[in-house]
Nanobody, 114 residues
């Protein structure tokens, strides 16, 4: 079965960095785009970044600060987050859209505070 597991969240000061990881299984990982979303308290979930093959796309609010990368040999996708701001606080989710449906991980909490 499809499994998506995020890790790497935590508490970081403004201006700091975190690296999130997402481990996926149960499908042919290299064939599908992988996406990161986030959800702040009281707000809707929003798209952050995507990676498909050698390509990456970012929401405007993270461009220049976040970098998404994937390792098809390890079935993992990472999100390197630099210059973090308090408004980056939220639960970060990894997502894949397969023919049989969308799959989400349980999320990992990122808190940016001094």
């Amino acid at each position: 079965q499809v499994q998506i597991v995020e890790s790497g969240g935590g508490l970081v000061q403004p201006g700091g960095s975190l690296r999130l990881s997402c481990a996926a299984s149960g499908f042919t990982f290299r064939n599908y785009p992988m996406r990161w979303y986030r959800q702040a308290p009281g707000q809707e979930r929003e798209w952050v970044a995507s990676t498909a093959g050698p390509y990456a796309n970012y929401a405007d609010f993270v461009k220049g600060r976040f970098t998404v990368s994937r390792d098809n040999a390890k079935n993992t996708v990472n999100l390197q987050m630099n210059s973090l701001k308090p408004e980056d606080t939220g639960v970060y989710y990894c997502n894949v859209d397969l023919p049989q449906g969308q799959y989400w991980g349980q999320g990992t909490q990122v808190t940016v505070a001094s």
